[in-house]
């Protein structure tokens, strides 16, 4: 059974740092577009970061400076390090697993609360 599960998510005033972790499958990881993404109260859920396979990222406009993804593919891992947090930056955070970005196998972890406020 493919398992992709988030940590490290909390509480923490603006300005300041988080790192989320992800881990996933071993069968499914090495070959997966990678990606964070978040949904605040009442939005719609949106993309933070991707990193495919090949080693290719990409960032919404609104994290660029201040996020840096990155993944593990010995440890199976993906990381979105998180700098200068604003209050709208808010929003439970997903990581997603999309099996050779085709969107044909997407995984989801049950997410991460991240609570930015002063």
């Known amino acids: 059974q493919v398992q992709v599960v988030e940590s490290g998510g909390g509480f923490v005033q603006p300005g300041g740092s988080l790192l989320l972790s992800c881990t996933a499958s071993?069968?499914?990881?090495?070959?997966?577009?990678m990606g964070w993404y978040r949904q605040a109260p009442g939005k719609q859920r949106e993309l933070v970061a991707l990193?495919?396979?090949?080693?290719?990222?990409t960032y919404a406009d609104s994290v660029k400076g201040r996020f840096t993804i990155a993944r593990d593919n010995v440890a199976n891992a993906l990381y979105l390090q998180m700098n200068r947090l604003k209050p709208e930056d808010t929003a439970v955070y997903y990581c997603?697993?999309?099996?050779?970005?085709?969107?044909?196998?997407?995984?989801w972890g049950r997410g991460t609360q991240v609570t930015v406020s002063s």
């Open positions: 997603n697993a999309n099996l050779h970005g085709t969107g044909q196998q997407v995984y």
């Open positions: 071993s069968t499914i990881f090495a070959s997966s577009v």
């Open positions: 990193f495919t396979s090949g080693g290719v990222t």
